[in-house]
């Protein structure tokens, strides 16, 4: 597609979707309850994916409490989807009512100590707010994405995460973002998600969930290399489309820690989150494909 043919789709796609995500979020609301309905009972979304991933999560579970997770699940997913149309128009007074931040003071004394630091979070409950934090503390927050096939899609994907500030990056561009902004000297935030599943040859493997997995080891090369201040963003949903999240410590020091170890702390505080509130996880995306049959410790 020519880049004139996909602006053009773009714009006409953005002013529609922009209309729609001016509703109230009760009416979103109504909407997303009929989506329930829809992607659980008529199309089945990805039914055997998110039924063999709790299954596999919690194995020790009956299969009725499987099927409610399941099912609290993909009514969450309809809500998050509103919420991230909602993100189109969504003014900054309805974001601080609707995503609070708790213990962001951490972030700052790090910052204005000149270090520089990595947020980790997981798929779990609304990760597509977290933009909202670049309005709240000062530097340069960045996070990596995987661009997407469709042109409009990427482009509408890319320009939501960024309407407060906050830069996306290609994944394949992250190491180069570190170098240049190392080189110049410029304080920055990096924000990244590791939970969705390498490749089956990848090199670094942990257990997730009970899971022998290929683990993205990326967060703590990058810290360890530069020294960054490590935090896990911990986020709860508390209503319908009302979250808080939590800035929880994973070190200061990362040069001092034994190799692995921010990687286990990592997964250590999500599975506390998933297991609390399971139906809140992104069970939709293939996590244990690359599985080992036996799992064993880290």
């Given at each position: 597609?020519?880049?004139?043919?996909?602006?053009?789709?773009?714009?006409?796609?953005?002013?529609?979707?922009?209309?729609?995500?001016?509703?109230?979020?009760?009416?979103?609301?109504?909407?997303?309850?009929?989506?329930?309905?829809?992607?659980?009972?008529?199309?089945?979304?990805?039914?055997?994916?998110?039924?063999?991933?709790?299954?596999?999560?919690?194995?020790?579970?009956?299969?009725?409490?499987?099927?409610?997770?399941?099912?609290?699940?993909?009514?969450?997913?309809?809500?998050?989807?509103?919420?991230?149309?909602?993100?189109?128009?969504?003014?900054?007074?309805?974001?601080?009512?609707?995503?609070?931040?708790?213990?962001?003071?951490?972030?700052?004394?790090?910052?204005?100590?000149?270090?520089?630091?990595?947020?980790?979070?997981?798929?779990?409950?609304?990760?597509?707010?977290?933009?909202?934090?670049?309005?709240?503390?000062?530097?340069?927050?960045?996070?990596?994405?995987?661009?997407?096939?469709?042109?409009?899609?990427?482009?509408?994907?890319?320009?939501?995460?960024?309407?407060?500030?906050?830069?996306?990056?290609?994944?394949?561009?992250?190491?180069?973002?570190?170098?240049?902004?190392?080189?110049?000297?410029?304080?920055?935030?990096?924000?990244?998600?590791?939970?969705?599943s390498p490749l089956a040859h990848y090199k670094y493997r942990a257990v997730f969930l009970g899971q022998d997995?290929?683990?993205?080891?990326?967060?703590?090369?990058?810290?360890t290399k530069y020294n960054l201040s490590v935090f896990y963003l911990s986020i709860k949903k508390v209503a319908?489309?009302?979250?808080?999240?939590?800035?929880?410590?994973?070190?200061?020091?990362?040069?001092?820690?034994?190799?692995?170890?921010?990687?286990?702390?990592?997964?250590?505080?999500?599975?506390?989150?998933?297991?609390?509130?399971?139906?809140?996880?992104?069970?939709?995306?293939?996590?244990?494909?690359?599985?080992?049959?036996?799992?064993?410790?880290?």
């Open positions: 597609m020519s880049n004139k043919k996909s602006d053009f789709y773009y714009a006409l796609f953005f002013k529609s979707l922009k209309l729609v995500s001016r509703l109230p979020f009760w009416c979103l609301h109504r909407i997303s309850d009929f989506l329930y309905f829809v992607l659980y009972y008529l199309v089945r979304y990805r039914k055997n994916v998110i039924a063999t991933n709790i299954r596999t999560a919690f194995p020790n579970n009956t299969a009725k409490e499987n099927k409610k997770i399941a099912k609290k699940f993909v009514r969450h997913f309809g809500d998050f989807l509103m919420e991230t149309l909602k993100t189109l128009s969504i003014s900054e007074k309805q974001l601080q009512k609707r995503y609070k931040y708790h213990k962001l003071d951490l972030i700052q004394d790090q910052l204005n100590s000149g270090k520089n630091v990595m947020i980790l979070a997981a798929h779990m409950a609304n990760w597509e707010w977290i933009f909202y934090a670049s309005q709240l503390l000062k530097g340069n927050f960045w996070t990596a994405y995987s661009p997407l096939k469709n042109a409009v899609f990427d482009k509408l994907m890319v320009n939501n995460r960024e309407r407060y500030g906050f830069k996306v990056v290609p994944s394949k561009k992250v190491a180069q973002t570190f170098v240049e902004l190392e080189r110049n000297k410029k304080q920055y935030i990096n924000c990244l998600m590791s939970d969705q997995v290929p683990f993205f080891i990326g967060p703590e090369v990058y810290s319908r489309s009302k979250y808080e999240a939590e800035l929880i410590p994973i070190t200061i020091n990362p040069q001092k820690t034994e190799k692995g170890w921010i990687t286990s702390e990592y997964i250590r505080l999500m599975e506390q989150d998933i297991k609390n509130n399971p139906e809140y996880y992104l069970w939709s995306h293939r996590r244990f494909k690359h599985a080992k049959k036996t799992a064993k410790a880290l």
